[in-house]
């Protein structure tokens, strides 16, 4: 007895899924009653009654009434004795003749009180059919294991197909089984073996080779479909009606299996009209494909063997033919073993042309005789698949699948096999291939040992090409001996140039003669032809088949060496390896002029930027002393305009002009010192050189003429559109004085090319035909103060202006001029992208005037903040004047709170742009106007296009003061409202 205490713990829902899912019936029986409590489904479908039925009706009913004593025992001994089991009782419906017997399997429990039997029934047929269906499977293991046993003892395909017809006899009980050969690629299927009791079919073994478009069938088991069960072969679509009929086949079932090269091996059994027809069962399949797969496997091996056999016999034939052998001969005995071995019907060797479009053949053989063979191109054959591939196969129709290649005709080839040669970097150097009329017997023999042989082919033609290259070396090492002293020789370079490049035209591999030239190329984008040998020949650029060979250094292409032989058909390798090594030579020879130049020009450069620096650091400290005593003139000239008397105006007036004209020049010092803050923009150099010419010309006298020309299509640089236009005129300026009022000028924009720049230029040049410039005064020509002109007649700031505005802009200017042959100065501006940004800030918003009442003064400059702190108040500003930013640290702090700051940037102990971060830093946000008259740290630079951050320069008067602080004005005013929104939202998120 059992009670529910007993049973594992099981979650209630968890139990009653396991009873209602349960396969076997499942019933509760009172034990008092004897009547049904419950059951699940698998027990209503044993006994073919709903549950509703079932349930309340004594547990005897569900069995026939043969057998309700027999169940009223088994119920009394469960009661008694706790435990019954059996097979002795039926289930089902009697009046439909569905009885069934039942296995059963009751147990007495004690469930919530109460006494039940619980009973397990099953169906005693299924489980016999389920005992059945194991020992036929174990029946089928035992064959396969049997199969096994004996494909391992089988030597031949035949013995194979005899193992398992054997087995398909004995298990399945077919007499009749064959085994057929698909292999990949093919067109045709190749039949194994046939075994059968009838003679009919043993008569059709002699057709061993049937095409895939023989039926349907044959194409559906090539394209890999198993298994294919056919009922009746006479009305079946898919089948070959005649051949059916002729065999007298009905049933016919295919099993296929893969093997290791891709193919299949298919298994075909099934049954003749007088046995009828019949199929196997599911089961019977499996152990059908099983068989096969066994087969495929036992196939392989055999193969395999034979292959491993075949390729010993013919790698020992190759390598004993090969050995003693080197050099063309080798390359003969290969291409003999090969054929021999093999029995194909050709074998090739070729060496390939650098370009890889044409094969040059180094030995040629086909059946007892070595062939002459020609070069061809590669294009449209099969060697050239090979040589992209490193492999490649082709069984049969191979003049199908390359039907431009003529020879593949000629030769009847119907199969090919070839492989690529390559050096020990990779690269192709040849290719060996074999061909065949016919099929090749043994597909994986022949790509083993082509592969094999490629490499011992690759390694003897690299053998054959340095003992060439060894040969050249010699030859010519005497040459690059007398090259090399030329070289070294203390001569001027035109001379020893001539003289190499007359010994290389008089070398040997010229084979009678040619013409030389080289021609280098200048880093002024310009290419100079300066050398041909013989003197009066023709530019060979003009004459086909020339050779060209760059000349190339570290730094890029120097120049390059093109040679012409005098008959074209003899020129070879051995000249293009003589002439790459003389441009080796030269490369060093033109590289150490190069490396001497630049190192001469560098030193020159250091020297002349050094005192430039000097020179700018001098003019940079003049023009900030000039702005501020400048500043102070101009702005107490302005105030006094309106006090004093009519006479004395003009006078005011006189001092106010004199002083802006005299901010120019300050300007100019500003530029040529690199230290004046550009406010740039993207601008087109094709418009700045078509305005410079413009103006020009109203001003030109009228001996001189000025011709210009721009680009085609845009040229956009970052840069002061003023400034550069200042650029373009001084230096026109500059040339009409060197003209003497007579002569032709060219200004020209154009794109700058060349491989040394990292990025595109854009160029301005101005060419004049004057006197010229002496070289020493090319070194001072861009010094401020410099001047050939007499006295009164130039402040020799105008080159030193513009060198001072390009270089500021990372450009570079330049002149290139000798005595009475004029100048040319050559302006380069890097270009940028024209979708790149402006830099300058949103323009001011217009706001309502002088907001910006309370201004902080700080001018270190007595004078200066004297001026500045009247122009304010006249302008209608509350100011307060401090003379240093620690003083105006003190003001702020014992002052109500400013709207803005005028400050000076260069001031001694805490300088301007120091105060503004001391100021920032303690989170006060108000406007500053820099003033500056110089800024030697180019920290200013930074803040320039900074919202809230305006900058003025010096010298200044009331109106430029003005105009700044009505530009902070808009950041004032949106301060103002961002800080009232901040409020206003305060005051809308308090409770």
Do not use: W
Not at 594 to 606: C, G, I, K, Q, R
């Amino acid at each position: 007895m059992c009670s529910m205490e007993s049973l594992p713990d099981l979650d209630p829902r968890a139990a009653r899924d396991l009873f209602l899912e349960a396969p076997d019936g499942i019933v509760v029986v009172d034990c008092e009653t004897g009547k049904i409590v419950t059951c699940n489904p698998s027990f209503c479908d044993l006994a073919e009654r709903d549950a509703a039925d079932l349930i309340g009706q004594p547990i005897v009913t569900v069995h026939p009434p043969a057998e309700r004593e027999l169940a009223e025992r088994i119920l009394r001994n469960v009661t008694e004795q706790g435990f019954a089991t059996g097979i002795g009782l039926s289930m089902g419906n009697q009046s439909k003749g569905s009885l069934r017997p039942v296995a059963f399997l009751a147990r007495r429990c004690r469930v919530a009180g109460r006494e039940v039997v619980v009973a397990n029934v099953r169906d005693h047929a299924q489980q016999a059919r389920m005992e059945e269906e194991l020992a036929r499977r174990t029946i089928h293991a035992q064959a396969l294991l049997r199969l096994s046993k004996e494909l391992e003892r089988a030597e031949t395909e035949e013995a194979v197909a005899d193992a398992v017809a054997r087995q398909i006899h004995e298990v399945l009980s077919y007499a009749h089984c064959s085994l057929f050969d698909f292999p990949p690629q093919a067109t045709e299927c190749v039949r194994i073996a046939i075994r059968s009791v009838n003679p009919d079919l043993r008569l059709n073994s002699d057709i061993r080779k049937i095409p895939l478009t023989a039926s349907q069938i044959v194409r559906d088991l090539a394209s890999g479909q198993s298994p294919i069960v056919v009922e009746d072969a006479r009305t079946d679509p898919r089948t070959n009606k005649d051949y059916a009929k002729r065999l007298k086949l009905v049933s016919m079932i295919h099993v296929s299996a893969r093997t290791r090269n891709g193919g299949l091996i298919v298994m075909s059994f099934g049954t003749l009209v007088s046995e009828g027809p019949r199929v196997p069962d599911t089961d019977g399949l499996q152990f059908a494909g099983a068989l096969v797969a066994q087969a495929a496997a036992a196939i392989d091996r055999l193969r395999l063997d034979r292959a491993r056999t075949r390729a010993e016999g013919a790698m020992k034939d190759l390598l004993s033919g090969t050995a003693q052998e080197t050099g063309t001969d080798f390359f003969a005995a290969l291409t003999r073993q090969l054929c021999d071995s093999l029995g194909v019907s050709y074998a090739l060797v070729c060496r390939i042309s650098n370009d890889m479009s044409m094969a040059h053949p180094l030995a040629f053989y086909s059946r007892g005789r070595n062939l002459t063979g020609h070069p061809y191109p590669l294009a449209g054959t099969p060697c050239e698949a090979a040589i992209e591939q490193g492999a490649f196969f082709v069984r049969s129709n191979v003049q199908k699948m390359f039907p431009e290649d003529k020879e593949l005709v000629l030769l009847n080839a119907d199969a090919y096999a070839g492989r690529v040669l390559v050096d020990g970097q990779g690269h192709p150097i040849g290719h060996l291939c074999v061909l065949h009329d016919g099929h090749f017997f043994d597909e994986t023999l022949i790509q083993d040992l082509l592969e094999v042989f490629a490499r011992r082919a690759a390694g003897e033609l690299m053998r054959l090409d340095a003992e060439e290259r060894l040969a050249r070396s010699l030859s010519i090492q005497e040459l690059m001996n007398r090259i090399l002293r030329i070289s070294l020789s203390p001569d001027s370079f035109e001379k020893r140039m001539r003289e190499i490049l007359e010994c290389i035209r008089t070398a040997p591999v010229f084979s009678g003669g040619g013409k030389i030239s080289l021609t280098l190329s200048p880093q002024d984008d310009t290419r100079r032809e300066i050398l041909t040998v013989p003197e009066n020949a023709l530019p060979l650029d003009d004459e086909p088949g020339s050779l060209c060979v760059p000349i190339r250094g570290g730094g890029g292409l120097l120049g390059e060496l093109r040679v012409q032989v005098s008959e074209p058909r003899r020129r070879g390798r051995l000249l293009e390896v003589f002439i790459e090594s003389v441009a080796g030579t030269l490369a060093g020879i033109l590289e150490r002029e190069v490396s001497a130049s630049a190192l001469s020009a560098a030193e020159e450069a250091m020297q002349r930027s050094q005192k430039l620096e000097a020179l700018g650091r001098l003019a940079g400290g003049i023009a900030h002393d000039f702005n501020n005593l400048l500043t102070s003139i101009l702005g107490s000239g302005e105030l006094l305009l309106d006090q004093v008397a009519p006479h004395a105006r003009e006078l005011a007036e006189s001092i106010v002009s004199t002083a802006r004209n005299a901010s120019g020049l300050t300007r100019q010092l500003l530029a040529f010192t690199h230290r004046q803050p550009l406010e740039q923009c993207i601008i087109d150099v094709n418009q700045v050189v078509r305005d410079a010419a413009s103006v020009m010309r109203r001003l030109l006298p009228d001996g001189i003429v000025l011709e210009g020309r721009t680009a085609e299509s845009p040229l956009y640089v970052m840069a002061p559109r003023g400034q550069l236009m200042q650029v373009a005129t001084n230096l026109l300026v500059n040339a009409v004085d060197a003209t003497g009022g007579q002569g032709v000028i060219q200004l020209e924009a154009r794109l700058a090319t060349g491989s040394d720049r990292t990025r595109p230029h854009a160029i301005i040049e101005v060419r004049d035909d004057g006197m010229g410039i002496d070289p020493e005064m090319q070194k001072m020509i861009f010094e401020p103060f410099f001047t050939t002109k007499g006295v009164g007649k130039g402040t020799g700031l105008g080159l030193s202006v513009a060198y001072g505005i390009v270089t500021q802009l990372e450009g570079s200017i330049t002149v290139k001029s000798a005595p009475g042959e004029g100048a040319v100065f050559r302006v380069e501006l890097p270009l940028v992208d024209v979708t790149e940004s402006t830099p300058f800030p949103p323009a001011p918003k217009t706001t309502a005037a002088h907001r910006l009442r309370r201004i902080l003064l700080v001018e270190d400059e007595h004078s200066v903040r004297l001026v500045t702190f009247e122009m304010l108040k006249r302008l209608g500003r509350e100011t307060v004047a401090c003379s240093g930013g620690r003083e105006a640290i003190a003001c702020m702090a014992s002052h109500p709170p400013f709207d803005a700051a005028v400050v000076d940037v260069s001031m001694p102990g805490m300088t301007g742009l120091d105060f503004y971060r001391h100021v920032l830093a303690t989170g006060t946000s108000m406007p500053f106007l820099f003033v500056t008259g110089h800024d030697p740290t180019e920290e200013l630079a930074e803040f320039t296009g900074t919202h809230g951050v305006a900058i003025l320069r010096k010298p200044f008067g009331m109106q430029e003061l003005s105009q700044k602080l009505d530009e902070l004005e808009s950041f004032s005013s949106d301060q103002r409202d961002e800080e009232s929104a901040a409020r206003r939202t305060s005051r809308i998120s308090e409770p």
